[in-house]
């Protein structure tokens, strides 16, 4: 299996600071990496597919980077709408397997 | 509009079963690859299994956690998704989402709003 890890587990950030979280896979997935968020009570929603491209919707602050086993996530000019919590997933081979998650909180 | 809505969440036993559905609109379900994802309370995302659409079998693939106790099946003519749980552990307590996917991009373009299995000693 895949395993994927993520850091950090969590962030505290202002409005207007750059976040960025880290995605480690422990073999080459090429560029099959997903990003979500998700926030509390609610369902998670794909942010980013394919390692960069960014899902409708989402503001271009909001960026994608990395292939073969590692992979970023970033966020600019952090907003209050952006504070929840990110998973990254593999999605190059079965089973697929999930990052334990990033909750970026106000500072 | 893509719609999923999970139900047949519920508190059973250990050792117990439940069957949970998911209502699918919006989208051609029949051509859905079709997954369950589920979230411990306070915890991340676990992958459960996935059911291919029917004009490629119609097969299926699970977790190790959950391989040879939780069976996914489909009912296209009534767009039905659905994950049969069986001898429940108190590790299986989570909420479930069904989600999609496709056949050659595996992540998880639509999600439900999730049903709650709660699973007591």
């Known amino acids: 299996d895949i395993q994927m890890t993520q850091s950090p587990s969590s962030v505290s950030a202002s409005v207007g600071d750059r976040v960025t979280i880290t995605c480690r896979a422990s073999?080459?997935?090429?560029?099959?990496l997903a990003w979500y968020q998700q926030k509390p009570g609610q369902a998670p929603k794909l942010l980013i597919h394919?390692?960069?491209t960014l899902q409708s919707g989402f503001p271009s602050r909001i960026s994608g980077r990395g292939s073969g086993r590692h992979f970023t996530l970033i966020i600019n000019s952090l907003q209050p709408e952006d504070f929840a919590t990110y998973y990254c997933?593999?999605?190059?081979?079965?089973?697929?397997?999930f990052g334990g998650g990033t909750k970026v909180e106000i500072k | 509009e893509v719609q999923l809505v999970e139900s047949g969440g519920g508190l059973v036993k250990t050792g117990g079963s439940l069957r949970l559905s998911c209502a699918a609109s919006?989208?051609?379900?029949?051509?859905?690859?079709m997954n369950w994802v589920r979230q411990a309370p306070g915890k991340g995302l676990e992958w459960v299994g996935r059911?291919?659409?029917?004009?490629?079998?119609?097969?299926?693939d699970y977790a190790a956690p959950v391989k040879g106790r939780f069976a996914i099946s489909r009912d296209d003519s009534k767009s039905i998704l659905y994950l049969q749980m069986n001898s429940l552990k108190i590790e299986d307590a989570a909420v479930y989402y069904c989600?999609?996917?496709?056949?050659?991009?595996?992540?998880?373009?639509?999600w439900g709003q999730g049903t709650l299995a709660t699973v007591s000693s």
């Open positions: 997933q593999q999605a190059n081979s079965f089973p697929l397997t």
């Open positions: 073999q080459d997935i090429d560029n099959w």
């Open positions: 394919a390692a960069s």
């Open positions: 919006g989208f051609s379900f029949s051509n859905a690859w």
């Open positions: 059911i291919k659409r029917k004009s490629e079998g119609g097969t299926t």
């Open positions: 989600t999609t996917s496709t056949a050659r991009s595996h992540w998880f373009s639509f």
